[in-house]
Nanobody
Framework: VQLQESGPGLVKPSQTLSLTCTVS??????????WKWARRAPGKRLEWVGS???????YYHPFLKSRTSISRDTTKNQITLQLSSVTLEDTAVYYC?????????????WGQGIQVTVSS
């Protein structure tokens, strides 16, 4: 199973960040129980953003919940992250990952990550 993040590398403040994770050589409905998004801001620790389960159930970081939406397209084998009303503090490398546990900070396979910069 391979994961690849894609999306714009630059987003303006107050806009919505939208990233896609494309899963290849596997299926998002069978090859993991959870698909997750995490991020690492400059100088900070890795932070779990949210997860979507095999059945489409979603879980979000409490501090980001009001701005986060994770969805999936089973026909395209893709997981999508949307983060609204972004600020400079949302600048980070965003990662897509798979896991067999709902534990937020447990991950199995990773994508290479995508740098997203919030700037006007």
């Amino acid at each position: 199973v391979q994961l690849q993040e894609s999306g714009p590398g630059l987003v303006k403040p107050s806009q919505t960040l939208s990233l896609t994770c494309t899963v290849s050589d596997g299926s998002i409905t069978t090859d993991a129980y959870y698909w997750k998004w995490a991020r690492r801001a400059p100088g900070k620790r890795l932070e779990w953003v949210g997860s979507i389960g095999r059945a489409g159930d979603t879980y979000y970081h409490p501090f980001l919940k009001s701005r986060t939406s994770i969805s999936r397209d089973t026909t395209k084998n893709q997981i999508t992250l949307q983060l609204s009303s972004v600020t400079l503090e949302d600048t980070a490398v965003y990662y897509c990952a798979s896991a067999f546990t709902s534990e937020p900070n447990e991950y199995d396979l990773w994508g290479q990550g995508i740098q997203v910069t919030v700037s006007s």
